[in-house]
């Protein structure tokens, strides 16, 4: 079954970004220190470019996970094997699928699902774990960005 995610986090990203641009701003238009102000637009271009990312990523791409017999397609196409998962982690509304030997669960098997699709989805999931033998743990977990 394929279901349409949310990338988490992505608009409370996209916030912080756009209000450190802001307060960038004012060091790299009306700074007087050299070093500061090269450091300063270094960080802002950086920033820019992060804030484009997030917004080609939110407006322009079609996040779906996909939960197979014995396998889970990510958001990003990649096929995970359910040998190469240890188990799944569940905080509140986000779910990640954790693999063996890694400390943090990869992007691209982090996510939301959407509104009208939660409640079947979060069942998917538990009926995947169950028929994979996984167990589901809630609590916090990190991710790559």
Not at 7 to 12: E, K, L, N, S, V
Not at 36 to 48: C, P, S
Not at 65 to 75: A, C, K, P, Q, R
Request: a positive charge.
């Amino acid at each position: 079954m394929t279901f349409k995610t949310i990338y988490p986090r992505a608009i409370q990203q996209l916030i912080c970004m756009v209000m450190i641009v802001v307060l960038f701003s004012r060091n790299v238009f009306y700074g007087e220190n050299g070093v500061m102000k090269y450091i300063a637009i270094f960080l802002f271009v950086f920033i820019l470019g992060h804030i484009i990312f997030g917004i080609w990523r939110i407006f322009f791409t079609k996040p779906s996970i996909t939960l197979e017999g014995d396998h889970v397609m990510s958001t990003q196409l990649q096929k995970y094997d359910a040998s190469q998962i240890e188990c799944i982690y569940m905080n509140y509304r986000r779910i990640g699928f954790k693999r063996y030997g890694k400390r943090i669960v990869p992007m691209d098997l982090c996510f939301y699902f959407k509104r009208d699709q939660e409640t079947v989805g979060v069942e998917a999931v538990r009926e995947w774990a169950a028929r994979n033998d996984k167990e589901i743990k809630r609590k916090f977990f990190q991710t790559w960005v």
